[in-house]
């Protein structure tokens, strides 16, 4: 099955295989989200219906920071992700480090930064802890005769493996995995099925159902459609995997009509190997200004299937600000900007190693550094699941682009707080209305300890999914958030390095998530 049939048909063709049709999500589906089919792609109905934010009139500077031709650069990102997937890669893709999507990633990054004029643009190997690549796996259920395959099940990150050839054993719904859902079933040694969905709590399902024996544990996801979603290590101690939503509900329909007989049987194989040896990359480039003190502007470069907000939106956006402050004189540049495009966070443990070494090295890299900014997705289209009175269930898309949580500089800089509030309000980006209670998500939540940080992201319903297509990226979006960072970076510019600068703050309680 194509991508554009995984995507837009799932339903109907799960109806047209033989022994699914009394099980599978006979789901009218009517708005622009369910009609990404080859070839018509509505990437241009998309881009061309979305609403842009008129530019101030004080703020003509800013025009030629283009979300127009930034959006290329997210459409670029994605088609080297789709290379490797097309490379023999069909369900663990994406620009994943240390393989060859995260080779060409690099390749093209440092390729733009020469293009637009930076200097010293440097590509620095970093080395990798053994890498987790999951080569194979098979989710099929069978029960009386009529056999569903669980098509979107992904393993979550980390998973073990299963011995070859796999196992096979009995099915159990489980309702949201609470203890609840649990009580009176005897769930040991057998394929548990837990529910959840953006927006409940996490009720920790997967783990309780793995701490109760369970052989194997799948995560369905409520939100309409049935996308692939890339999970983070889940930290039950058997393997796992997250599951669409169709083939979650044919699952639950077919245990439903077995319920006086013999519970269906799932069978499993999962082939994983940790990879050794292999190497990412920092890559850096310089726009020297007119003195020594420092701004940074990382986006990290590694994303899951096409990465199109998870980040290629970030990395869009710095290469926008890049090119504008390029075609600015050097005297005109107060402070020296660095560009960075990180290694990534999300293989796990194993990852954020580019960004530890920064960490470690903080005391030369970071000494003069008026502000650090983050750029991890920028830009996502507003959705809407299952708007009342629809008459499908599905996704719906607005012509705009979602609020962002925010982080800047913390209490203990008030000043890098407004300019940021009032940047963003300028430039319409709608962001919540308060920071993030929490330390920054993503790649901030490491340096914003000891640097004046700025971070503005979005993780939302296509969020490590297989729908996180360049569709989902209004170029709107790309071109306010980056004219707010521009905004941002000349405001602080204004200002001594002493307002930004601040005492290393402690340890939060919690760790920050990606
Ligand atoms: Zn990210």
Redesign the pocket.
């Known amino acids: 099955m194509n991508r554009s049939m995984t995507y837009a048909f799932a339903a109907a063709a799960l109806l047209t295989m033989a022994g699914q049709a009394a099980f599978a999500q006979p789901a009218p589906r009517s708005t622009i989200a369910q009609s990404l089919t080859a070839p018509a792609l509505p990437l241009s109905r998309v881009q061309d219906g979305v609403i842009p934010f008129p530019l101030p009139k004080d703020s003509q500077a800013y025009a030629s920071i283009d979300g127009k031709k930034m959006h290329r650069y997210v459409v670029e990102l994605a088609d080297i992700s789709r290379r490797y997937r097309d490379a023999g890669h069909p369900k663990f893709w994406g620009r994943i480090m240390g393989t060859s999507s995260d080779v060409e990633t690099n390749e093209w990054l440092a390729a733009k930064f020469k293009s637009l004029g930076l200097t010293d643009v440097r590509t620095q190997p970093i080395d990798l802890p053994p890498q987790w690549i999951p080569k194979s796996w098979d989710v099929t259920m069978t029960s009386g005769g009529q056999t569903i395959h669980v098509d979107s099940a992904q393993p979550d990150y980390g998973d073990a493996g299963l011995p070859a050839g796999g196992i096979e054993v009995d099915a159990v719904y489980a309702g949201l995995g609470t203890e609840a859902d649990f009580a009176g079933k005897d769930v040991r040694g057998k394929a548990v099925f837990v529910y959840s969905m953006l927006g409940l709590a996490d009720q920790g399902g997967v783990r309780r159902a793995s701490e109760k024996g369970a052989a194997v544990v799948f995560e369905v996801s409520m939100l309409p459609g049935n996308m692939r979603y890339q999970a983070y290590p889940s930290g039950a101690n058997v393997p796992s995997f997250t599951v669409g939503n169709d083939d979650g509900t044919a699952v639950r329909r077919m245990i439903e009509a077995a319920k006086d007989g013999p519970a269906p049987k799932i069978k499993v194989s999962l082939d994983v190997e940790k990879v050794p040896n292999k190497q990412t990359a920092l890559i850096w480039g310089t726009l020297p200004g007119a003195t020594d003190e420092t701004i940074y502007i990382a986006a990290?470069k590694d994303g899951w299937f096409d990465g199109a907000s998870?980040?290629g939106g970030g990395v869009a956006s710095m290469l926008g600000l890049a090119e504008y402050y390029a075609k600015i004189p050097k005297a005109k540049r107060k402070r020296t900007l660095v560009f960075v495009g990180l290694d990534g966070h999300h293989n796990g443990s194993d990852g954020g190693v580019g960004r530890r070494w920064m960490v470690a090295n903080k005391a030369t890299i970071f000494a003069k550094t008026a502000l650090f900014i983050n750029v991890?997705?920028p830009s996502t289209i507003v959705t809407q699941s299952r708007p009342r009175y629809y008459p499908g269930d599905e996704i719906a898309w607005a012509n705009t682009y979602m609020p962002l949580e925010w982080y800047a500089g913390g209490k203990s800089r008030p000043e890098l707080r407004k300019i940021t509030w009032d940047a963003f309000k300028k430039f319409g980006v709608p962001v919540e209305f308060d920071p993030s209670p929490t330390p920054p998500a993503?790649d901030a939540g490491v340096f914003f300890r000891f640097l004046p940080a700025v971070s503005a992201s979005e993780y939302h319903s296509y969020f490590h999914t297989d729908w996180e297509t360049p569709e989902i990226v209004p170029w709107t979006g790309l071109e306010a958030t980056t004219r707010a960072f521009a905004n941002i970076i000349d405001n602080v510019n204004k200002l001594p390095l002493s307002t930004f600068q601040r005492p290393e703050e402690p340890a939060p309680q919690r760790a920050a998530a990606?």
């Open positions: 990290h998870d980040n991890e997705h993503g990606d």
